[in-house]
Each structure stands twice: as structure tokens, then as C-alpha cells.
């Protein structure tokens, strides 16, 4: 049995438990719940707050954990970064009051700067040789300015709209960051082999993820231009259609390429052109 910390409630949440789901892994999620044991995989779930997570997994109360990996640094706990898992992805950011002038990190020299993450802080200060005053604040970081608390933030962004409605401007990302899965240091043969299990499933999902299932008709004589448009997995599957001079061609391919090659492809004759997800890809 091998036990899975996650976020109880919060950012993470969804994308987490829906990773687990696409890794096929059954389990419910009542309301109000503490554990949950999968039914067909021998994993059972802690539910937990964020930052809690690194600290439970280090102790080896929880073999894996999934967490945000600035707070996997922040927590400076002795955990082994598994896989980046490409969800909740944000950056800690530096940011000013948006009338103040900036012209590079040496303005934060001896600035009172609030956050919720002074250890990424603080790195990022002793690599650029600066020394700041930290205020650690658990919440609402973005407001310190206006209440004279502080007079910068570091703090999480997303979108950037929290730090322009309260009238603050970016000026310097401290570092990006996305959700982790984490591991104790010292598993077992038995945990590592089903961590190598659901890292091998996870990858599965990645890979189909960022690719697409593409299936087209195209005139005989345009086959040549149109496979080289389709690198596919090995080649395109390429089978005739029933009506004289046409093909069907089936490939795979990046969902980052999709659009410039659909169009392209059109442009060189390609007709009933249909694009398909993949639930997951073992390449
Ligand atoms: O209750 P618990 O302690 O478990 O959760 P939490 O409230 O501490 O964390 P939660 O759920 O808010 O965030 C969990 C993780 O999600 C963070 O550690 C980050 O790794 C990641 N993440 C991704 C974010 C955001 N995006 C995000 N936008 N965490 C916080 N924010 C907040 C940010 O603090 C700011 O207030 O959203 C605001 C900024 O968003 P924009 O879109 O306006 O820029
Ligand atoms: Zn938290």
C-alpha cells in the first residue's frame, strides 16, 4: 500500500484527483473526508492543506505527496521531486506600486517587501546580492502596500489581475512554478515499484495529453506532400478508400502543431479532416 498526500480543498485539487482518475485509479472523495482507499490500486489518499504536504511526506507519514513546488522549496523539507505534472502553473513575482519607478532588482535594496514565500525570497535576494527586509504574511499579500505594511509584495500570479486591481506592478518573476509529485527519500522496493507503476501511467496521460489522433481523406496524388506534413508515431497509417484515387491517412501529432499543420493541410487538398484526443499514449 503506498499513500498519497494531496490538497484537501484548493487549487491543486481538481487537476490532482482528475490525474489520479485518468491514471485509472478508482476512489471517492466524500465531503468532510480525511483518507480514501482506491478499489483497484494498492494507494490510498490523505487529504491535507497544501502546506502540510512536504512535511507528512518527508516524515514518511505519506509516501507521495502533490504539491505546488514553490511550496515543496519554501518548506525545505527532505523530499525527491518525482515528475513536474503541468498543472497549476503560476510565478512568484516581485511587484511595486504601479506609479513607482523601476529599473532592475538593485531597487529592492533595503526595501520592506511582504510574502507568504520568504524562502524562495530570500534565494532569489542572495543571488542577486541584495538584502531586503522580509514580512511574512500567510494571506492577502497584495494589500500591504496600501496599508503601509510593506513596500513591495512577493507573491503568486496567475493571470496578473489580483496585482493590477490593487494597483501593483510586476517587476521581477523569482521563479515559475507548477505542481510536483513529490516522494520520501527512503521507499521500499514495494512502494518504489508501484511509484514506478503510476509514474509510467502518469507519463501515458502526459504524452496523450499533448498529442492528437488525426484522420483525413486525401486525393492519391497529394499523399507524398501530405504524409510529410504527418511525421505520425513511426509513419501514417495510409488505407484506400472505397471511392478510386483517394486515401485515408491516420497519424498522430503535437497538439502545439495542430492548427498551423490542419491548415496546411487543407491548403493541399486534404478533405473530411478529423482531429480526436488521446485519452493516453505509450510511446
Ligand atoms: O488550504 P490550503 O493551504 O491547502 O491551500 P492554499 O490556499 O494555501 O493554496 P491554494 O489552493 O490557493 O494554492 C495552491 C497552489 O496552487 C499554490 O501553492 C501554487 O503552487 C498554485 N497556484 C496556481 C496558485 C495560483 N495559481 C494563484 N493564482 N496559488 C495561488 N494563487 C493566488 C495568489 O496567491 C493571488 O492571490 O491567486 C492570486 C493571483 O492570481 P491572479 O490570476 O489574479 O494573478
Ligand atoms: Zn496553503
Not at 483517394?246 to 492548427?259: F, I, N
Amino acid at each position: 500500500m503506498i499513500k498519497v498526500a494531496i490538497q484537501k480543498s484548493g487549487r491543486l485539487s481538481d487537476d490532482t484527483i482528475s490525474l489520479f482518475r485518468e491514471c485509472g485509479i478508482r476512489f471517492s472523495r466524500g465531503t468532510g473526508r480525511l483518507k480514501s482507499t482506491a478499489t483497484n490500486f494498492p494507494l490510498e489518499f490523505l487529504f491535507l492543506r497544501d502546506d502540510d504536504i512536504p512535511g507528512y511526506v518527508a516524515d514518511g507519514v505519506a509516501h507521495l505527496g502533490v504539491v505546488g513546488e514553490n511550496v515543496m522549496i519554501e518548506k525545505k523539507k527532505d523530499v525527491i521531486l518525482r515528475k513536474k505534472l503541468g498543472f497549476s502553473k503560476c510565478r512568484l513575482s516581485v511587484a511595486i506600486p504601479k506609479g513607482n519607478e523601476y529599473n532592475g532588482p538593485e531597487d529592492l535594496r533595503n526595501k520592506s517587501i511582504a510574502t507568504s514565500y520568504p524562502v524562495v525570497l530570500q534565494k532569489w535576494l542572495d543571488e542577486k546580492g541584495l538584502t531586503a527586509e522580509l514580512h511574512e504574511i500567510s494571506g492577502s499579500v497584495e494589500i500591504a502596500p496600501s496599508i503601509g505594511l510593506a513596500e513591495a509584495v512577493c507573491d503568486i500570479v496567475s493571470t496578473g489581475s489580483t496585482l493590477l486591481s490593487n494597483g501593483l506592478k510586476e517587476v521581477e518573476t523569482v521563479m515559475r512554478s507548477e505542481a510536483v509529485l513529490i516522494s520520501n527519500k527512503n521507499l521500499d522496493a514495494k512502494q518504489t515499484a508501484l511509484l514506478e507503476k503510476l509514474l509510467f501511467r502518469m507519463n501515458a496521460v502526459q504524452t496523450g495529453g499533448s498529442n492528437k489522433y488525426i484522420l483525413l481523406n486525401a486525393p492519391n496524388e497529394q499523399l507524398d506532400k501530405i504524409i510529410s506534413l504527418l511525421p505520425g508515431m513511426k509513419s501514417p497509417t495510409v488505407l484506400p478508400l472505397h471511392m478510386e484515387g483517394w486515401s485515408s491517412v491516420h497519424s498522430v501529432m503535437a497538439e502545439d502543431d495542430y492548427w498551423e499543420v490542419v491548415e496546411e493541410l487543407k491548403n493541399n487538398g486534404a478533405q473530411g479532416i478529423l482531429v480526436v484526443p488521446i485519452e493516453n499514449m505509450i510511446i
